[in-house]
Nanobody, 116 residues
């Protein structure tokens, strides 16, 4: 089982920046994919960005050019740098971990609010 602990998030004005972090621990496979999803009330959780253990990334069209996902394999930690934030980016952001052989793990969620 994998445990995920998120940090960061908060309130920021439109156009501002925030950084989320997610540290993984537990039964980590070397070949894995970690990522960020977000959810607003009444809507399904949606992909924001993912990164594989060899550094391949994937982004939702809505965040391309504004968000950057990265990882530190030594610390088993991923980051999401969010720039040029918009009110529609307001959501609870969840960290995710998956590998070949275990159910997907989720973090507890971090609230991001973009408002003036």
């Amino acid at each position: 089982q994998v445990q995920l602990v998120e940090s960061g998030g908060g309130l920021v004005q439109p156009g501002g920046s925030l950084r989320l972090s997610c540290a993984a621990s537990g039964s980590i496979f070397g070949d894995n994919t970690m990522g960020w999803y977000r959810q607003t009330p009444g809507k399904q959780r949606e992909l924001v960005a993912t990164i594989t253990s060899d550094g391949s990334t994937n982004y939702a069209d809505s965040v391309k050019g504004r968000f950057t996902i990265s990882r530190d394999n030594a610390k088993i930690t991923i980051y999401l740098q969010m720039n040029s934030l918009k009110p529609e980016d307001t959501a609870v952001y969840y960290c995710s971990y998956r590998d070949c052989c275990s159910p997907r793990s989720w973090g507890q969620g971090a609230q991001v609010t973009v408002s003036s």
